[in-house]
């Protein structure tokens, strides 16, 4: 990969993670105005789907190994 491909990569790690943030603010703030619990839970699932994606982002691009690496 090149710098720029890297660069997308971080710019979508970013939203993903500003998403996340997003996502843990409504929780409180639903929480704080007794909100409907099944509204809480759908952002809380959310929250942790977002934070799944954002570590399997990493995982698949940065500690990747490429195919021709794995053989001999």
Known sequence: ???????????TLLYVSEARKRAEK???ELRRDDAEPH???ALADA?????LLGRTLMQKTYFAVPKEQLSL
């Open 39 to 41: 509204l809480v839970a």
């Open 1 to 11: 990969m090149n710098e720029a491909h890297f660069a997308e990569i971080e710019k």
């Open 47 to 51: 929250e942790r789907e977002l934070e």
């Open 26 to 28: 409504a929780i409180k």
